[in-house]
């Protein structure tokens, strides 16, 4: 397993900073944002992304705020959720609640039904 990356890219530097409301802005006006595929997001409030499609495999998100996310068209194999807020989330029906909570709990990564 590699190590979560710091990704060198703008809008990445958005979410790191819990500009949401921006990121989501300067992709919704047709700028393309980074793959977040591997991406240190520990800590980050990301409550109000427009997750629809994005790509998060790997993605290191522990302690952040999910809350009220829909991340059923988001790609999270692989994504550690360790200690992160849920609340009102929507999680792919591919992932079982079971995994989901063993990831909450003990910062496995997900892993999906296939």
């Not at 990121?23 to 919704?28: D, P, S």
């Not at 360790?82 to 990831?103: A, V, W």
Request: proline share 4%; hydrophobic share 40%; aromatic share 6%.
């Amino acid at each position: 397993m590699s190590t979560p990356q710091f990704l060198d890219h703008e809008l990445f530097a958005l979410l790191r900073e819990d500009r949401v409301v921006e990121f989501n802005a300067r992709v919704e006006a047709g700028e393309k944002p980074p793959s977040l595929v591997g991406a240190n997001l520990r800590g980050c409030d990301l409550r109000g992304l427009n997750a629809a499609g994005m790509d998060l495999r790997n993605a290191y998100l522990r302690g952040a705020d999910l809350r009220g996310l829909d991340l059923r068209t988001t790609q999270l194999g692989g994504a550690s959720i360790r200690k992160t807020q849920l609340s009102g989330t929507f999680f792919p029906s591919d992932l079982s609640p079971q995994e989901i909570l063993m990831s909450l709990e003990l910062g496995t990564r997900l892993r999906l039904n296939t």
